[in-house]
């Protein structure tokens, strides 16, 4: 007789856009409480969870490769070593989906939170895990987190987690950073800021043959919340009304274009459409599909 499966298969689901193939990849979750969320009292927010039939608010964390023009490309490294053991996962999934480190050769992020950029370099031996990957991000990143002004201003847990962690991790990439304001990045791929949630933070447009995916990074960082009421923001957004303004404006033309649209903290593999509903939105999740 078989044995029964220890554990759960490889997070790994690749969607084409075109010539282009983008690679969801898990790096794991993280359990969290309605404290993350400002503005919607704890009973509301569990009302909502409730009506998603889910019992507990887990904030998923993706990554995304994308294989655009003989580039092999990585939007966002996950957590590392800096959030726990929930999380973390990137190097070993991306392993699972036959992909080592040093293939990569550019490394898109859509702003420097732990959960995004503190995969970039080994935390014990301050090595860069992608060796041979340019660093694109928008300028306003590293001018907000290596800013020591703002950065006195920080809570202590700021400082640590997202200053401190924003300077580490980007230090053996120095030399091969680039940053944008807008714009093509890679072909295919277009910067599109969203600023809000950091000063910096942008999604990506990967157009391709008439085919489009806008991969929106923290738009919304627990869908079941934030879809219905926009409004609701984070306490870890660096401006939660302009996070929940650039989350009305991005809501709306993704609404009204049909577009369809994967982020950082929506459940793997991500990829959904958003559609308008009483006074906000619902989130549409696509169907898992067989061809590539
Ligand atoms: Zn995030």
């Not at 029964?4 to 969801?24: E, F, L, M």
């Not at 966002?76 to 973390?88: I, Q, R, V």
């Not at 300077?167 to 940053?179: D, V």
């Not at 791929?189 to 000063?199: D, K, N, Q, S």
């Amino acid at each position: 007789m078989k044995l029964s499966p220890r554990q759960q298969i490889a997070p790994i689901y690749h969607r084409r856009i075109g010539d282009i193939v983008v690679t969801a990849v898990s790096d794991g979750t993280l359990e969290r409480t309605h404290e993350m969320m400002l503005g919607v009292p704890a009973d509301e927010a569990r009302m909502h969870l409730a009506a998603a039939c889910r019992s507990s608010f887990v904030l998923s964390i993706n990554a995304f490769l994308i294989r655009s023009g003989g580039r092999l490309a990585l939007i966002e490294t996950g957590s590392g070593d800096y959030l726990g053991p929930t999380a973390g996962h990137l190097i070993a999934n991306l392993a699972a989906a036959g992909v080592s480190p040093e293939e990569i050769d550019t490394i898109l992020l859509t702003h420097m939170h732990p959960d995004h950029s503190a995969g970039l370099t080994n935390m014990s031996s301050g090595t860069a895990n992608y060796r041979n990957a340019e660093l694109v991000v928008h300028e306003n990143e590293p001018k907000h987190w290596f800013d020591d002004a703002a950065m006195a201003r920080g809570s202590e847990r700021e400082k640590r987690l997202m200053f401190q962690q924003a300077r580490e991790q980007t230090a053996p990439y120095r030399g091969r950073m680039r940053t944008f304001t807008a714009g093509e990045v890679l072909p295919g791929v277009t910067a599109l800021p969203i600023p809000g949630h950091t000063p910096g933070h942008s999604g990506f447009l990967v157009e391709s043959a008439g085919e489009r995916l806008l991969i929106w990074g923290d738009v919304v960082h627990m869908p079941e919340v934030q879809v219905p009421r926009p409004d609701v923001s984070m306490v870890v957004d660096t401006d939660p009304q302009a996070a929940a303004a650039s989350r009305r404006r991005v809501f709306d033309m993704v609404a009204s274009e049909r577009m369809l649209v994967t982020g950082m903290h929506l459940h793997f593999p991500g990829f959904a459409h958003v559609v308008r509903e009483g006074g906000g939105y619902r989130l549409v999740p696509e169907a898992w599909r067989q061809s590539l």
